[in-house]
């Protein structure tokens, strides 16, 4: 399974902007880059996935480098419901594995 | 908003008896996963299964563990003779065509 390698935590005040780093130096070119998040005491939830161009959606934005090394999660504005385990991870192209491999992630702590 | 339902939220077992974990995933869902989350550490694949068949397990998945969707909208976890070690956060998943993967609540196993 391709690695990911995140910090394993972070600090953000309400209402900044958070950038969370991902580097994944081994991908492949049909590994798609995906975030989940992990509130306490809840089952992960989806946030962002991407290939090779930016992606947008109404929880966060996904800038994926040009070379696709490396990737970063932006929650524009941070609330405290922001506050959980983020994971990157690499999930293969359909028709190669199905699972999702979690690492430790970023534990985001966002202060008030 | 769909979502993925497990039962029960929290399941007390004696060593060596067999527990039923249940999910109802999201309906025009297609591919069924199990993961499982030991207090303070990864979530951890055990197993995949699409089109009525496993189609990829972890070393975690060995003979005491099996999965069923006998009725076409539960999806069942077996673990036939628990040990203390298989105490954890039992989440199921499940995906329409592996992109988005919608978890539930978790089920959280207490073997004693």
């Known amino acids: 399974d391709a690695k990911t390698t995140q910090p394993n935590s972070m600090e953000s005040n309400e209402e900044e902007p958070v950038h969370l780093p991902c580097n994944h130096s081994?991908?492949?070119?049909?590994?798609?880059i995906h975030w989940y998040r992990q509130l306490p005491s809840q089952g992960p939830e989806y946030v962002i996935h991407?290939?090779?161009s930016n992606v947008n959606n109404r929880m966060a934005s996904l800038a994926i480098a040009e070379d696709r090394k490396s990737s970063t999660l932006i929650l524009h504005r941070a609330t405290l419901r922001d506050a959980a385990v983020y994971y990157c991870?690499?999930?293969?192209?359909?028709?190669?594995?199905?699972?999702?491999?979690f690492g430790k992630g970023t534990k985001l702590t966002v202060n008030p | 908003e769909p979502e993925v339902t497990q039962t029960p939220s929290h399941q007390v077992t004696q060593m060596g008896q067999e527990v039923i974990l249940r999910c109802v995933p999201i309906?025009?869902?297609?591919?069924f996963y199990w993961y499982r989350q030991i207090l303070g550490q990864k979530v951890e694949f055990l197993v995949s299964?699409?089109?009525?068949?496993?189609?990829?397990k972890s070393e975690i998945f060995d003979d005491q563990f099996s999965v069923e969707r006998p009725d076409g909208s539960n999806f069942t976890l077996k673990i036939r003779s628990t040990k203390l070690e298989d105490s954890a956060m039992y989440f199921c998943?499940?995906?329409?065509?592996?992109?988005?993967?919608?978890f539930g609540q978790g089920t959280r196993l207490t073997v004693v």
């Open positions: 309906s025009n869902h297609l591919y």
């Open positions: 991407g290939l090779t």
């Open positions: 081994t991908i492949s070119g049909t590994d798609y």
């Open positions: 991870i690499l999930r293969d192209a359909p028709g190669g594995s199905e699972k999702l491999v």
């Open positions: 998943a499940s995906t329409v065509i592996r992109t988005e993967a919608f």
């Open positions: 299964f699409y089109n009525n068949e496993i189609s990829e």
